[in-house]
């Protein structure tokens, strides 16, 4: 297949309604079409039931365990649903109004997926003196899946180079570090009977009830405590805890047998998970006593820290003259990724303020300087 230009692209990217409930395959057999000729290596990292894949596509000469040299680009294929009535256009038609690209993935972040795609094909592997690899991801949005299913499953991480830009909208500031994101579910049970005669039943409502406390209780503790890297992460330096959903009961005359919370929490990087989560079964406890529930961790998104000193980072921050630290707020790939042995910052066009709502878009101006810039890193560490 033939390049298109960065726009002419990334109106195919966003042409696919790859709304994470939906199968990714499509998007991502554009990709490999898109990218394959003589040189190029196309790897698939397939989802459990096989309806999603993550991408994994290198060029130029094979990398070493020694050595694994090179330049990562990544990003993933899925954008959150468009069905606001506020779109002014078709969310999966990208639209021009001035100076501005518009439509759902724009900024986040198929934006940089086009980027990334057209630094690969315009490359000659043959001419490439360390390789270049673009990892493209399915299901970033509900919680990083397809990076969980490449760290736990990719057969070769000696072919990858470690330094890595994950191309998140960051209005091209560069980021070494940013929070995880735990989802967590308490379960209590009870039993149902007619509320006239409370006595033939449980109510799973009111210990839950005392959970509620118990946690917003503990949100205030971690509010006030501080870590090292807290400082970064202005104005929320401290780990939060947020009681998200609460689902119980199915009428006002039942006694509810059930009722499930659901929690989110985001850890600062370098904390350790599981004494913190044990904190929390504890907390609860402590406030129901004696009364039974189940507590499991649903999903997880770990925290991404890379060293100041790490070339990656000198590099971006070089090319965009950022001289401070930068930190982000959300979580990405990176969490996974550094637990597969990969070196990430994020940095990527577009502003986060954007994403995720209607009319979602992306200026002109920044995506064609955010290509000049990944191909200045290309040039860097691949050539």
């Not at 003196?129 to 399915?138: D, S």
């Not at 509900?142 to 072919?159: D, I, N």
């Not at 950022?322 to 990176?334: K, M, N, R, V």
Request: charged letters at 25%.
């Amino acid at each position: 297949m033939s390049s298109l230009s960065t726009a002419d692209l990334l109106g195919r990217l966003v042409s696919f309604d790859s709304v994470s409930r939906n199968s990714n395959l499509p998007i991502a057999d554009f990709i490999a079409d898109y990218l394959d000729r003589p040189g190029v290596r196309i790897d698939r990292v397939p989802s459990a039931d096989g309806s999603k894949t993550n991408l994994v596509i290198i060029t130029g000469p094979a990398g070493t365990e020694a050595r694994r040299d090179g330049l990562v680009l990544s990003g993933h294929m899925d954008v959150v649903p468009a069905g606001e009535a506020e779109w002014e256009s078709d969310p999966f038609q990208l639209v021009r109004r001035g100076d501005r690209l518009h439509g759902r993935g724009t900024a986040d972040m198929k934006g940089f997926l086009a980027l990334a795609m057209n630094r690969l094909a315009a490359v000659d592997p043959a001419r490439l003196r360390h390789p270049l690899a673009i990892i493209f991801t399915y299901d970033e949005e509900v919680g990083t899946m397809g990076a969980r299913r490449f760290a736990e499953s990719w057969p070769h991480p000696e072919a990858l180079p470690r330094r890595t830009v994950i191309g998140e909208p960051t209005s091209l500031k560069v980021a070494r570090m940013h929070k995880g994101h735990i989802k967590l579910r308490f379960s209590f049970h009870g039993r149902p009977a007619h509320s006239g005669y409370p006595h033939l039943g449980h109510n799973a409502i009111e210990p839950a009830g005392r959970a509620i406390v118990a946690l917003g209780e503990l949100r205030a503790e971690l509010e006030r405590e501080r870590t090292e890297l807290g400082r970064y992460f202005d104005p929320v330096p401290f780990v939060t805890l947020n009681v998200a959903q609460v689902s119980g009961g199915v009428a006002v005359n039942i006694i509810p047998d059930r009722c499930v919370l659901d929690v989110g929490l985001r850890l600062l990087p370098g904390m350790a998970r599981d004494p913190m989560l044990q904190r929390i079964r504890e907390r609860v406890v402590a406030a129901l006593g004696a009364e039974p529930f189940d507590f499991e961790m649903v999903n997880e998104s770990p925290p991404m820290l890379v060293e100041g000193s790490a070339e990656v980072f000198q590099a971006c921050c070089t090319l965009v003259s950022q001289s401070g630290e930068h930190s982000i707020a959300y979580t990405t790939d990176g969490g996974w990724f550094q637990q597969a042995g990969l070196e990430c910052v994020v940095f990527g066009p577009g502003s986060i303020e954007l994403a995720h709502r209607p009319n979602e878009s992306i200026g002109v101006e920044e995506l064609e300087q955010g290509g000049a810039l990944l191909e200045r890193l290309v040039n860097r560490f691949c050539h």
